[in-house]
């Protein structure tokens, strides 16, 4: 069965300093991963994705994630944290084949940016 | 170019009432989702439309809730006799490839 693991509810940064939000997925078979962000009452965006190409991708903003297969790990980065990355974060696989193609979520990760 | 379109943004609306719920894709995209995001449950999947066909509606909570598709384009999320359970936002997404789907900015649906 694919589904994913966010390991924090909520992660807190100064502005200036790296961000780092976990991601442990399960997945029967090679997975396409995605990354999600969604600001205060707005709708999700997709910030990157991993489709068996690279291993490490690279989003917007700043963004990136590494796929590590021998970890099933697909933890997202940047390097300086900026005020208006405050959101909230969704790590995401996709269920895709026979009769189905579906986004299965995971709880979320609150990112908070202190000045 | 347009994104995805939802409508109403808000709709309040009374315990075992009907409503419906819009969403326009994206001009060209063949693939039509519904996902629902509610405090308690996160977000989840519903429904998901290849043209005008379901293959797998497997996320439908109850037999309350039905959704259809015409022409390819605009679908309609239909939840009869409203319960309180089911206030949360209503989201819509569209794809022209699969591993790519792009939402739109969601209905809040409440039950009083």
């Known amino acids: 069965a694919q589904s994913v693991t966010q390991l924090d509810s909520h992660v807190s940064v100064s502005e200036g300093t790296p961000v780092l939000l976990r991601c442990n997925y399960s997945s029967s078979y090679s997975p396409s991963l995605f990354w999600y962000v969604q600001h205060p009452n707005k709708g999700l965006q997709l910030l990157l994705k991993?489709?068996?190409?690279?291993?490490l991708v690279k989003g917007i903003n700043g963004f990136e994630a590494e796929f590590k297969k021998s970890e099933t790990s697909f933890h997202l980065t940047k390097p300086s944290a900026h005020m208006s990355d405050a959101a909230e974060y969704f790590c995401v696989v996709t269920l895709y084949g026979g009769a189905t193609n579906k986004l299965i979520f995971g709880t979320g990760t609150l990112l908070a940016v202190q000045p | 170019g347009a994104g995805v379109s939802q409508s109403p943004s808000n709709k309040v609306t009374e315990k075992g009432k009907d409503v419906e719920l819009r969403c326009d894709p994206i001009?060209?995209?063949?693939?039509l989702y519904w996902y629902r995001q509610s405090l308690g449950q996160g977000l989840e999947f519903l429904i998901y439309?290849?043209?005008?066909?379901?293959?797998?509606k497997s996320g439908l909570p109850s037999d309350r809730f039905s959704a259809e598709r015409t022409g390819g384009s605009v679908s309609t999320l239909t939840i009869q006799r409203t319960q309180q359970e089911d206030s949360a936002v209503y989201l819509c997404a569209s794809s022209l490839i699969p591993h790519e789907q792009y939402f739109g900015p969601g209905t809040r649906l409440t039950v009083t």
């Open positions: 991993y489709t068996s190409a690279a291993t």
């Open positions: 001009s060209g995209h063949t693939a």
């Open positions: 439309f290849q043209g005008n066909s379901a293959p797998d």
